[in-house]
Each structure stands twice: as C-alpha cells, then as structure tokens.
C-alpha cells in the first residue's frame, strides 16, 4: 500500500512538472497592464500593437493562466453552455472619467472546458 502510494506522488509530481509554461508576450508590461485596470491610465493602449501580434499565444491557455498572465478581467460575460468571456479595455473603458465613444477591448471566450477558444481586438461603441 505504501508503494502505491509513492508511485502515486511521483506521478503526481511529474505531471506537474511537465505542465505548460505560461507564454512570454513580446512588447507588454504585464505589471503595467494590470495596474491599468480599465485602460483608465493610457497604458494599455501603448502596448496596442504588441498585444495584436502576440494574440495567437492566448489562445488554448486554461483561465487561470490568463488571469496569471493578464490579471482579473475588467468585465466578465458568462454565456450558454458554461462559456464565458473575459474582457479587457485597451482604450479608456466606460467606468475612466476620460472614455470616449472609440472604444477597444480585448475579448477572451472561454469554451465550457475553461481554455481560451477565441481572443481578438474588437471595436465597441
């Protein structure tokens, strides 16, 4: 019995072990981008250009991950089927005293799995 259960650690640890590294994304201050919560500060905008080139490194990651990586979302939409969307503004959000009518997030659908399925840039107004 105690074998079993030592093979049973050590598989455990291995798994663990092997797990995914979260990505590095090229040109974005992660720091940066959590503190500006609601892309109130004017930071996230900046990092615009890098977040479009490195989107495809989002994609698949578990929800946690992106919470890791990208930190709580500035809203969230739970949707049929135990999907959920997060969303981060990039441009000055609804809640910033200086938002304007030009608006852009960035939108993370979760399939009902938890993994990143679709991640864009959208336009909302």
């Known amino acids: ?9 050590v598989i455990l640890l291995v798994l663990v072990a092997c797990g995914k590294s979260l990505p590095d ?3 974005i201050d992660l720091d ?4 500006d919560k609601n892309g109130c500060q ?6 615009e250009p890098a ?8 994609k698949g990651l578990a929800e946690m991950d992106i919470i890791h990586l990208l930190g709580r ?11 959920k969307f997060y969303f981060y503004f990039i441009h000055a959000g609804p809640p910033c005293p200086q938002a304007d009518s030009t608006q852009k997030r960035l939108s993370i659908r979760f399939n009902a799995m938890g993994f990143a399925k679709e991640v864009a840039i959208e ?3």
């Open 25 to 27: 994304l090229q040109g």
């Open 73 to 83: 979302p500035d809203q969230n939409e739970l949707y049929k089927r135990n999907q």
């Open 51 to 58: 977040l479009t080139s490195e989107l495809t490194k989002l």
């Open 1 to 9: 019995m105690r074998l079993h259960r030592n093979v049973a650690v």
């Open 32 to 35: 940066r981008w959590k503190d």
């Open 123 to 125: 336009d909302i107004n």
């Open 42 to 47: 004017g930071h996230r905008i900046v990092m």
